[in-house]
């Protein structure tokens, strides 16, 4: 007998949520900042929406900085993950200098866009 389609969705929340438990407190801490950056990017597209876009360099700069930094979080979570192998030999102190130094040079070419 086939099972309904909220029955399978709610089986895989169920799954993901178990496996997601599994995960390392400092890659929650990680996933949590990335999605306040994407909130902040979602918030910022909803009010030029809704009030206009007269300072448009302002807006560009303010939505690229937080999917810029939040793309270079995921790329922290990538190198920090302990289960991926590409980045075993790299030491968790020098991925996370590296996520420092990209978005100082980040956040300086932002603030060199808004003129």
Do not use: W
């Not at 309904?4 to 438990?21: E, Q």
């Not at 810029?68 to 200098?97: H, M, S």
């Not at 590296?98 to 003129?115: A, T």
């Amino acid at each position: 007998m086939v099972r309904s389609t909220g029955d399978d969705v709610l089986a895989l929340f169920h799954s993901l949520r178990s496996a997601y438990a599994a995960t390392p407190k400092n890659l929650k801490i990680i996933d949590l900042y990335v999605a306040f950056a994407v909130s902040t990017a979602l918030i910022q597209v909803v009010y030029m929406a809704m009030v206009g876009s007269f300072p448009f360099n302002s807006f560009l700069s303010g939505v690229l900085s937080c999917v810029g930094t939040a793309v270079l979080a995921v790329c922290l979570r990538i190198q920090v993950n302990k289960e991926n192998k590409e980045f075993k030999d790299l030491p968790p102190e020098r991925a996370y200098a590296d996520f420092i130094l990209c978005n100082l040079v980040l956040h300086l070419v932002i603030m060199n866009f808004l003129g």
